[in-house]
Structure formats: structure tokens, C-alpha cells
């Protein structure tokens, strides 16, 4: 099972407004990933932050990181109808394999 | 150049059938993962490969699941008897790290899946 959570579980918006998706997670983490799941297949790698950054920026994306509440967020800045998907926090453990939050399933309407 | 590819992209099955998945892992990625997508359980890790040996098969739910990598490439996850409730979708992930280390990361690259059905 997950040891992460993820809210809201789904997301509706118009293009144009932000996407903003919050993660949390329970244990020590050296980094956190974040990962967008097109139509329930392959997952592609999104960002990376690191445990001793608080925020980092890559292109419309901005994720930042509360190690002191376990917690993280994704935001997509001016959305657009190709930014619908599924988007999932992990984060390493172990051999480096990954575990995963539950997701948020973001809609954008064009 | 080529990521990570799967067969079948679909499969359905009868239950009590075996079935094979396949993962052809990104050339030189030493490092591959299964992982699982069902409805009830999210995403979940299976097994991982370090080359040809699997130091951590935790995450294989029952004795009827199985899996193999042969010259550090192709890897096969092999499910006995299916059941109804492995109907999922099975991603596999490549990732070049040769010894993984606390802190290190090493981007791993997942290919499209396979969507399991069990009749």
C-alpha cells in the first residue's frame, strides 16, 4: 500500500488558472519526485526537489517542499488542455525504488 | 534513442491461466523495477534488478508471482494462476544507477505498460 497522500484527489479548471496539488508523506526522505501518468499508462519524470531545498522551478512548474510537515506541493502555472493527466508525488527508498502518493487526476478545460 | 518498451500492451486472460509480461529496459540501465497500478492499491512496487539478481522482491504479493532478468536486459514478471484481483496495470522502470547509495538519485524511466485483464 501508499505511504503517501495526495489532495485533492481530482481537480477540475479552466486554462489559463493555476493547478496546485499537495502531497504528503510519513517518513524521512532524501528527495521527492514528482510524476505525470497520461490515460493510466507510462509515468513521465517532472521535477526533482531535494530534501534540503524548500523550492525549486522548472518552466510552468514550481514545486515546493515542508519537511517539517511531510508535506509537498506541485504548481502548474497557466494551464492548458495538454496539462490533463494524472500527477503523483514519490519519493525513494530503499534499492531506489519508488513510492508513490495516491495522485490527483487534474482536468483542464479548454 | 529507444525507452523502455513492454509486451503485451494489452492482455487478457482467464483466470487460472499463467501469463508473461515482458520489459526490454533502456540499453546499459543495470537497474529495473515492476511496479503495479490497480484501482484499489495505487502504484506499488514489486520487485527491482541490480543487473541479473534481485535484492528486493518485497513487494511481490504472493508466491504466484515471479520474475527474472537474463544479461542484465530483458526482464519477464510471470504470474501463476491468475486471480481477478491481478487485473492491473504492470509498468516496468529502468534506471542507470549501478549501486545505489543513500541520497543518490538516479532517474528512473518507465516504459507505457501492460494492462492486465483476468477474466
Known amino acids: 500500500s501508499q505511504q503517501g497522500e495526495e489532495d485533492p484527489q481530482a481537480l477540475s479548471i479552466q486554462e489559463g488558472e493555476n493547478a496546485t496539488m499537495n502531497c504528503s508523506y510519513k517518513?524521512?526522505?532524501?528527495?521527492l519526485q514528482w510524476y505525470r501518468q497520461n490515460s493510466g499508462r507510462g509515468l513521465v519524470h517532472l521535477i526533482l526537489?531535494?530534501?534540503?531545498?524548500r523550492e525549486k522551478h522548472s518552466g510552468r512548474l514550481r514545486v515546493t517542499l515542508d519537511t517539517s510537515k511531510k508535506s509537498s506541493s506541485l504548481l502548474i502555472t497557466a494551464s492548458r488542455a495538454a496539462d490533463t493527466a494524472s500527477y503523483f508525488c514519490?519519493?525513494?527508498?530503499?534499492?531506489?525504488?519508488?513510492?508513490f502518493g495516491q495522485g490527483t487526476i487534474l482536468t483542464v478545460h479548454p | 534513442g529507444a525507452g523502455v518498451s513492454q509486451s503485451p500492451s494489452n492482455k487478457v486472460t482467464e483466470k487460472g491461466k499463467d501469463v508473461e509480461l515482458r520489459c526490454d529496459p533502456i540499453?546499459?540501465?543495470?537497474?529495473l523495477y515492476w511496479y503495479r497500478q490497480s484501482l484499489g492499491q495505487g502504484l506499488e512496487f514489486l520487485i527491482y534488478?541490480?543487473?541479473?539478481?534481485?535484492?528486493?522482491k518485497s513487494g511481490l504479493p504472493s508466491d504466484r508471482f515471479s520474475a527474472e532478468r537474463t544479461g542484465g536486459s530483458v526482464s519477464t514478471l510471470t504470474i501463476q494462476r491468475t486471480q481477478q484481483e491481478d487485473s492491473a496495470v504492470y509498468l516496468c522502470?529502468?534506471?542507470?544507477?549501478?549501486?545505489?547509495?543513500?541520497?543518490?538519485?538516479?532517474?528512473?524511466?518507465f516504459g507505457p505498460g501492460t494492462r492486465l485483464t483476468v477474466l
Open positions: 522502470a529502468s534506471s542507470p544507477n549501478r549501486v545505489w547509495r543513500e541520497g543518490s538519485y538516479n532517474e528512473q524511466f
Open positions: 517518513t524521512s526522505i532524501n528527495n
Open positions: 526537489i531535494r530534501s534540503n531545498e
Open positions: 514519490a519519493y525513494r527508498t530503499s534499492y531506489g525504488k519508488l513510492t
Open positions: 540499453s546499459g540501465h543495470t537497474a
Open positions: 534488478f541490480q543487473g541479473n539478481s534481485a535484492p528486493d
